[in-house]
C-alpha cells in the first residue's frame, strides 16, 4: 500500500517561505504525477499545484502562480513545494496526492488516488 508522507509545515509570518516535501513509501512514485492540495478549516478542500511524472509540466491554481513552485527529484524521490509571500490565507493543512496517470484536469481531486495525512501550515498577519 504506498503512502505519502508530507512534511515541511509550519507557523510563519505573513510574506514569509515554507518548503513542503511529499515522499512515498514506494520507489514507483516517480512514474505518476503529485499534485498539492489544501484545506481550510470548514472549507473545501481546493487544488494548489501538480506535476507530471517527469517533471516536465506544472499546473497552479490562481491563487498560487507566481507565489508557489512545485518541482521534484525524481533522485531523492521527493517533490516540493516552496512557498513564498506567504499571506494569512494561505493557511491550511496542505496534503500532496498521487495522481492515477497522466493528468487531464489536474485540479479535480479524482485524478488522484493516494493522499498523505497532510502538514499544517500557519500563516500570522
Known amino acids: 500500500q504506498l503512502q505519502l508522507l508530507e512534511s515541511g509545515g509550519g507557523l510563519v509570518q505573513a510574506r514569509g517561505s515554507l518548503r513542503l516535501s511529499c515522499a512515498p513509501s514506494?520507489?514507483?512514485?516517480?512514474?505518476?504525477?503529485i499534485g498539492w492540495f489544501r484545506q481550510a478549516p470548514g472549507a473545501e478542500r481546493e487544488f494548489v499545484a501538480a506535476?507530471?511524472?517527469?517533471?516536465?509540466?506544472?499546473y497552479y491554481a490562481d491563487t498560487a502562480k507566481r507565489r508557489f513552485t512545485i518541482c521534484r527529484d525524481i533522485g531523492k524521490n521527493t517533490v516540493y513545494q516552496q512557498m513564498n509571500s506567504l499571506k494569512p490565507e494561505d493557511t491550511a493543512v496542505y496534503y500532496c496526492?498521487?495522481?492515477?496517470?497522466?493528468?487531464?484536469?489536474?485540479?479535480?481531486?479524482?485524478?488522484?488516488?493516494?493522499w498523505g495525512q497532510g502538514t499544517q501550515v500557519t500563516v500570522s498577519s
Open positions: 506535476i507530471s511524472s517527469n517533471g516536465g509540466r506544472t
Open positions: 514506494v520507489r514507483t512514485f516517480s512514474s505518476r504525477p
Open positions: 496526492a498521487y495522481g492515477r496517470g497522466p493528468l487531464t484536469e489536474a485540479s479535480t481531486r479524482n485524478e488522484y488516488d493516494y
